[in-house]
């Protein structure tokens, strides 16, 4: 097998495929398998080789790109990529001093830890004897709370019995109030003992039945019947 | 950059197209410099050496372009 030299396969796709795409990079392929040393073409565009060895190039730049803006190329990319076509300038940047290392403390330990937490502890017993002696006086303070206690019991049985009391007066005012009315209903009473008046009713006018009726004839030249004096006209028994 | 042509290989070569018909090259393997080797194939065909002097030129153009 012919070995790789990336130079030399460059300078080949440069010379006889000016048209740079993925097409012209398998046709080098088929038609000079020596310059790719048995690698195989790969990438989801078709711009990478990747040798038998591991190695892999990026052989198109700006595959994806639009048309007429790809170039051939030679690039291994990754660490471990040998020497480098197009090595990086020092920057102006420096890494920053880490400076000095964290000073750890003494107490490194659990042991330690606890051992101290109860050191911490030993005059805690006075202050317990101090609680249990506020703990006595509160106990004698409960005694009078107790007694206020009876005096306030005291305090609602008296306000229920002055609100009885309230009630009983309210309820013999009310009483009083309508004895008073009682008499004044009665009074008003006394004024309305005559019978009421019968409805007059209006004096119906005199409705003669028939013209005539009123001593007028209803019509010049004609017998009333009812008034033989003015006689009518005569029915067919003369 | 000094590209001396020095040729390891010439031979004659018989290829089968895809078509199916065999087609008859003379085979060039060189270097140019240290680069290569180059493999070159000249159909035997209307064979004519400039063929393989005129690839010679272009590969040599283009490695002198190539940074390094």
Known sequence: ?238 | MELTVNIKNFSDESLVQQDGSVQKFKRYDFYLGKFGPFVERVPLEGFNDTIIQTRINALKQHLIGIPK
Not at chain 1, 17 to 27: E, G, I, Q, S
Not at chain 1, 132 to 155: P, Y
Not at chain 1, 160 to 172: K, P, Y
């Open chain 1, 1 to 238: 097998m012919t070995p790789f030299d990336p130079s030399a396969c460059l300078a080949m796709l440069l010379a006889f495929y000016p048209v740079v795409t993925p097409a012209a990079l398998a046709l080098a392929r088929s038609e000079r398998p020596e310059y790719f040393a048995a690698g195989l073409i790969f990438g989801s565009k078709g711009d990478k080789l990747q040798l038998p060895d591991g190695r892999v190039f990026d052989v198109i730049q700006n595959a994806g790109g639009l048309p007429g803006t790809q170039r051939w190329q030679m690039i291994e990319p990754g660490p471990g990529g040998g020497d480098e076509v197009f090595p990086l300038e020092p920057g102006p940047l420096t890494p920053i001093d880490p400076g000095p290392d964290v000073v750890v403390g003494n107490a490194g330990t659990f042991e330690a830890l606890v051992g101290g937490a109860l050191e911490s502890l030993v005059g805690a017993e006075g202050v317990l004897d101090s609680a249990a002696h506020r703990v006595t006086e509160g106990i004698a303070a409960g005694a009078l709370i107790d007694g206020a206690s009876t005096e306030l019991d005291d305090v609602e049985q008296v306000a229920w019995e002055i609100g009885v009391a309230r009630s009983a007066d309210e309820l013999a005012d009310v009483i009083g109030q309508v004895d008073e009315l009682g008499g004044a209903i009665d009074a008003t009473d006394a004024d309305y003992d005559e019978p009421p008046p019968q409805p007059a009713l209006p004096s119906e006018p005199g409705i003669p039945a028939y013209p005539g009726d009123d001593g007028t004839d209803g019509e010049p030249g004609r017998e009333n019947p009812r008034h033989p004096e003015h006689p009518g006209p005569s029915h067919g028994d003369d």
